[in-house]
């Protein structure tokens, strides 16, 4: 709670200069009346209240070009907005979230002790990861190496976390800031387009089919490249593919790893459930690695 009120603060001041030129909201904490920010019961049950964005709506999926570029812009205003609000100002509220290598370290640990019987599908997953277990460290070396700085991330960027104008149709604020931490922004620019460019989502057992769309990256990339000029470095332009393709690979081994585990983490609803959600993501991975030249292509013509 407390980050969201420095947030909240730092933001305002930014947003009182009008430098979008467009209507922008966030999301604010309303204090108790001994002006905390939070109450708790006898009970211990937490309560809080936050600020209602009124005349506003969300989508699950992207609907159109229109709509892909104002989901790009949001989150470039929102990147903007904390981009010089010093990392340690917040606190983490969640250790190890984003930081790949150590979703690596907990599959191997999964993997070591599971029970799952064989099939072609875990054999599948099994394979894929062990073909691309050195992508987890590209962002992180980088950090190490000085190539791209620690900053403030939203750490939950998807598609359903920007909400829309219902008139005017444009994007008008951002919302669940309870993710944010320090960590790399990359690990929400994949996100983004992770989530965004997944036409048929991620739930679909026809995994097969799965296909990253390049018109929807290129106009998410459009929308936030536009807006986020002011802070990215020639550095920052350079590992915007190698985020889309980690992220992705990350949320695979993320559920892959929780199904060898027995289902610990993420809800399931049958028991092939969080199986075929990997699946799902390490065909999102394949499908964005075959169109590498052409997203790489796409990031030069927009820097």
Known sequence: MQNIVVLNDHAQEKLKQNRFNRQ?????????????????????????????????????????????????????????????????????????????????????????????????????????????????????????????????????????????????????????????????????????????????GEETKDWETVSFDLDLCENILKGYLKMAKTFLTENDYKYIFSSIRLITFELGLRFFSDYLAGDLYFKVNYPEHNLMRALVQFQLTKSIESQQENVNKIIQKLS
């Open 24 to 200: 922008w909201e966030l999301v604010s904490v309303i204090k108790t009346k001994t002006g905390a920010n939070y109450i708790t019961q006898e009970d211990n049950s937490f309560w809080r209240g936050i600020s209602f964005i009124d005349n506003s709506e969300s989508f699950d999926t992207i609907n159109n070009s229109a709509q892909a570029e104002e989901i790009g812009i949001a989150l470039g205003i929102f990147h903007d907005l904390i981009s010089d609000l010093p990392p340690e100002k917040l606190a983490d509220t969640l250790k190890g979230f984003h930081i790949t290598p150590i979703y690596l370290e907990q599959y191997q640990k999964s993997l070591a002790t599971n029970t799952i019987k064989d099939s072609p599908e875990k054999q599948f997953c099994l394979n894929f990861v062990e073909e691309r277990k050195n992508l987890a460290f590209v962002l992180e070396n980088a950090k190490s190496e000085g190539k791209i700085p620690l900053r403030l991330m939203h750490g939950d960027p998807k598609v359903n976390n920007v909400l829309f104008d219902i008139n005017s149709k444009k994007a008008i604020s951002v919302i669940d800031l309870d993710t944010i931490k320090p960590g790399l922004i990359h690990y929400d620019i994949g996100d983004c387009l992770r989530s965004g460019c997944n036409l048929i």
